[in-house]
Nanobody
């Protein structure tokens, strides 16, 4: 059974930092990209960032460029999202996802999400 388990969410003041982690288990994710998405109250889920299997390619949505960094440790089957200079508009449930592909990814697996709340 494939599992993606997020952790690291919480409440932080604007300008602060959080580091999210997502541990994958249940199958090999060799060749899989890993990504982060978020969903704010009353809004659709949106893409935040993704990283290729090798870690050599990363993509970010414009609103987080320069503030968020995605990375992965394949030996630990874990992907991270370092979030700096957080803003109230970053408040959302953050989801980890995994899927085959590098540039175009089919997100086959999803975690349950972790809440991030940024207070002003």
């Amino acid at each position: 059974q494939v599992q993606l388990v997020e952790s690291g969410g919480g409440l932080v003041q604007a300008g602060g930092s959080l580091r999210l982690s997502c541990a994958a288990s249940g199958r090999t994710f060799s060749g899989y990209s890993m990504g982060w998405f978020r969903q704010a109250p009353g809004k659709e889920r949106e893409f935040v960032a993704h990283i290729s299997w090798s870690g050599g390619t990363t993509y970010y949505t414009d609103s987080v460029k320069g503030r968020f960094t995605i990375s992965r440790d394949n030996a630990k089957n874990t992907v991270y999202l370092q979030m700096n200079s957080l803003k109230p508009e970053d408040t959302a449930v953050y989801y980890c996802a995994a899927g085959p592909g590098s540039t175009i990814v089919t997100w086959d697996y999803w975690g349950q999400g972790t809440q991030v709340t940024v207070s002003s």
